[in-house]
């Protein structure tokens, strides 16, 4: 059983940056593809980015390309987000998430394909 923690969320203003980890045990890790996801409120929950077991290929909701990266650090066993020219409409719970799956560019943003989920970290963007 994996279990995974979210952490460094907060409040900052808008063209900000945060950094979110998101730690995992339980597992093994370099196994895992590791996915972000973020859900405001009274909306549904949508993919933000994903990453391989490898690290070697990374994935972005289409609304995030250029200002976030996703990356992984086997040794530590975490996946970091680094969210750059943070913008109000990204306010939200963001969730990590893993799977075991192979998962590809056509299925890393598909949130049923996740077996792992984190309790979640607030980010809030002010104007």
Same mark, same amino acid.
């Given at each position: 059983?994996?279990?995974?923690?979210?952490?460094?969320?907060? /409040? &900052?203003?808008?063209? !900000?940056? /945060? +950094? /979110?980890?998101?730690?995992?045990?339980?597992?093994?890790?370099?196994?895992?593809?590791?996915? %972000?996801? @973020?859900?405001?409120? !009274?909306?549904? +929950?949508?993919?933000?980015?994903?990453?391989?077991?490898?690290? !070697?290929?990374?994935?972005?909701?289409?609304? &995030?390309?250029?200002?976030?990266?996703?990356? +992984?650090?086997?040794?530590?066993?975490?996946?970091?987000?680094?969210?750059?020219?943070?913008?109000?409409?990204?306010?939200?719970?963001?969730?990590?998430?893993?799977?075991?799956?192979? /998962?590809?560019? @056509?299925?890393?943003? &598909?949130?049923?394909?996740?077996?792992? %989920?984190?309790? !979640?970290?607030?980010?809030?963007?002010?104007?």
């Amino acid at each position: 059983q994996v279990q995974l923690v979210e952490s460094g969320g907060g /409040l &900052v203003q808008a063209g !900000g940056s /945060l +950094r /979110l980890s998101c730690a995992a045990s339980g597992g093994t890790f370099s196994d895992l593809t590791m996915g %972000w996801f @973020r859900q405001a409120p !009274g909306k549904a +929950r949508q993919f933000v980015a994903a990453i391989s077991w490898s690290g !070697g290929s990374t994935y972005y909701a289409d609304s &995030v390309k250029g200002r976030f990266t996703i990356s +992984r650090g086997n040794a530590k066993n975490t996946v970091y987000l680094q969210m750059n020219s943070l913008k109000p409409e990204d306010t939200a719970l963001y969730y990590c998430a893993a799977d075991y799956s192979r /998962l590809g560019a @056509r299925t890393m943003g &598909v949130m049923a394909n996740y077996d792992y %989920w984190g309790q !979640g970290t607030q980010v809030t963007v002010s104007s």
